[in-house]
Every structure is written in structure tokens, then in C-alpha cells.
């Protein structure tokens, strides 16, 4: 019998990769969809045929309760939220709802319908938010500054609370940034590769940012979606770090895009002080170590290839719109 996976928010970047890599894994995939008048599959359509989608909300337990009695999964990774930082100040009561509470009821329905089940929770570096060390590992006390960051670490806690609770197989990857030509448009790094190719096709001159000295640690989803599946196997679970342990500021980010497409940078981004958080977060940076010595974890993309894997993708996207 081939194992069984729910994937909450299976539309998005990590959902997308993360079902990919579970097909190639013989895995029969069962994908969570909220009912919505604008329901975007352009990330999955490529594997659409090959997975099964069901209709469900983590803001309704009893819908949750209902697929996993349905479709009994083996493991279950929840990778819905609300999950941009910056929504998060205008939608701080739904970012909660989901974000937070969302894990609640998703744990609490596995526990009723499914006990056997092994949990994955998509937690955050922004949980670290203005962080007591650098670099930060499993024992760096949290100090979200974010409705996004306050939401992750509930649903990390209730996480821990569940697996100790009721011995569930719970485990939370404490992802670091991670980016693909996959991310939506709202986040910095996709915003500067789009724009970056509609600069290089005449159909812009700027680019409007933040705060330029921001500092991230980016990896790669696809490489990142591999941490959660390694954690899923192992006999015990837990929570893991996952990071390159290598930071790059956003004018790094930019420097490299533009470079990549020939242009210089210097003469197309400017600062607008809309884009600065109320908050800012401090370095973050992360220490993967165990990750890398108990899951055997590590990246296979660069921060360089990253960026212009990203440019080459929104130039082609761009110019296909063109056509």
C-alpha cells in the first residue's frame, strides 16, 4: 500500500514542491483547498491530474475532522496560513485565526479522527524576530515582532503541546526564508526578480522597496519541502531548525538580479518608507546543524543560482505574456 499524505495549502510555493517531491516518493497525495471564487492552481497544474483535492478550511473543524476520516493519511503537513509579514499589521484577527488556531483545530481533529497520523507544522524564523543570538537554533528564545510571528509561535506551541499531550507524532520546522520563481509577488525576493525582467522588456524604470540593509537568510523551497519530509520519517519526532546559516542583505538581492540581466541596479531601485515595517526584525540567521546531522539535510541551490534561477523564470514569464 502506498503511504497517504495531506497537504494543507497545497496551492502554494511549498505545497506545490512538496507534493512533486511525495508523488516521486509513490506517495497518493491529498490536497486541501478553501472554496473561493478566485482559487488559484497555477502552481499545481503541472501535477493536478496525479492528486486528489478536497474542500476544507482551517478556520472549520469539522471539515478537517471529515477528510481525515475520509482519506485516513499517513502524514499530514500543514503549510496553510496566512503568510505574508506585512498583511499580517492590516489582518492581525484573521492572521490568528488561521495562522494560529488554524493549527489547533487541525491538531485537534488528527487527535479525534486520525491519532496515528504523523504531523508536520510549518513554523517560522519570524518566531525569533528580535533575536537573542545569532545565529538562532532549537534553544533561541522566541521574540516575534509581527501578528505573523506571534500566530507562528501559538501554532508552534500547540504543536509541542499536542506531541506531548497526547503523544501524537508531531513535529514544527523552523523554516528560514526560502524562494523560488514559485513565490508570490508580495514577497521581496519575487518582487525584485519580476520586476527586474519587466525593467530588461522596457515595461517599467523602478523599483520601490524598504529597507534595503534587511537581512535574510534565503534558501531554496525545494530543497526546504526535503527537511519536512526527512522529519517525518524519523522514529521520534521534534522540532528542527532549517537554514543555509548564510545571510544576504536586500540590496545584495538586488545587486545580483540586476547584474544577472544586465543591468545596474543602482539606477532603477529606489527606497519607499511605505514598505518599512512597523517592526523591524533583526538578523536572522539560521543554525541547522542538527537538521544537517539528524536528517541528513542540506542545500543543494545557492544563494546566486537562487536569484537568477528566479530572474530567468519571471524574464521568460514576462516575455510569454508579451507574445
Not at 483547498?33 to 483535492?53: C, G, K, P, W, Y
Not at 484573521?94 to 489547533?104: D, S
Request: glycine share 8%; aromatic share 8%; charged share 20%.
Amino acid at each position: 500500500m502506498p503511504k497517504r499524505a495531506l497537504i494543507t495549502g497545497i496551492t502554494g510555493q511549498d505545497g506545490s514542491y512538496l507534493a512533486e517531491l511525495l508523488l516521486e516518493q509513490g506517495y497518493e497525495v491529498v490536497g486541501m483547498v478553501r472554496r473561493s471564487s478566485t482559487l488559484n492552481f497555477e502552481r499545481i497544474a503541472h501535477v493536478q491530474d496525479a492528486i486528489t483535492l478536497v474542500p476544507g478550511d482551517l478556520l472549520d473543524e469539522v471539515s478537517l475532522i471529515g477528510i481525515l476520516r475520509e482519506h485516513r493519511p499517513d502524514e499530514v503537513y500543514n503549510l496553510a496560513a496566512q503568510s505574508f509579514v506585512q498583511t499580517s499589521w492590516g489582518q492581525p484577527v484573521l492572521t490568528g485565526e488561521t495562522t494560529a488556531l488554524g493549527v489547533t483545530r487541525l491538531l485537534d481533529a488528527i487527535r479525534i479522527a486520525c491519532p496515528e497520523a504523523r504531523f508536520y507544522q510549518a513554523s517560522s524564523s519570524e518566531m525569533f524576530g528580535k533575536v537573542h543570538e545569532v545565529p538562532q537554533n532549537e534553544q533561541t528564545p522566541f521574540y516575534p515582532r509581527s501578528p505573523y510571528g506571534v500566530a507562528k509561535v501559538y501554532g508552534h506551541w500547540i504543536t509541542v503541546n499536542y506531541r506531548e499531550s497526547y503523544g501524537l507524532h508531531a513535529s514544527s520546522g523552523m523554516l528560514f526564508n526560502h524562494e523560488s520563481p514559485r513565490r508570490g509577488l508580495e514577497f521581496v525576493t519575487r518582487k525584485v526578480s519580476h520586476a527586474v525582467a519587466r525593467i530588461a522588456c522596457g515595461l517599467q524604470e523602478k523599483l520601490l522597496l524598504g529597507n534595503l540593509e534587511s537581512q535574510r537568510d534565503w534558501g531554496f523551497a525545494g530543497d526546504y519541502v526535503r527537511a519536512m519530509w526527512l522529519m517525518l520519517q524519523r522514529d521520534e519526532p521534534g522540532d528542527l531548525v532549517v537554514a543555509t546559516g548564510q545571510t544576504h542583505s536586500v540590496r545584495e538581492l538586488c545587486e545580483i538580479a540586476f547584474a544577472h540581466a544586465g543591468l545596474d541596479w543602482a539606477e532603477h531601485v529606489a527606497v519607499d518608507e511605505r514598505f518599512l515595517r512597523p517592526a523591524e526584525v533583526d538578523l536572522l540567521v539560521g543554525d541547522a546543524t542538527r537538521a544537517r546531522t539528524e536528517l541528513g539535510w542540506g542545500e543543494t541551490v545557492g544563494f546566486p543560482e537562487l536569484v537568477a534561477m528566479m530572474v530567468d523564470a519571471d524574464l521568460a514569464l514576462v516575455r510569454s505574456a508579451g507574445r
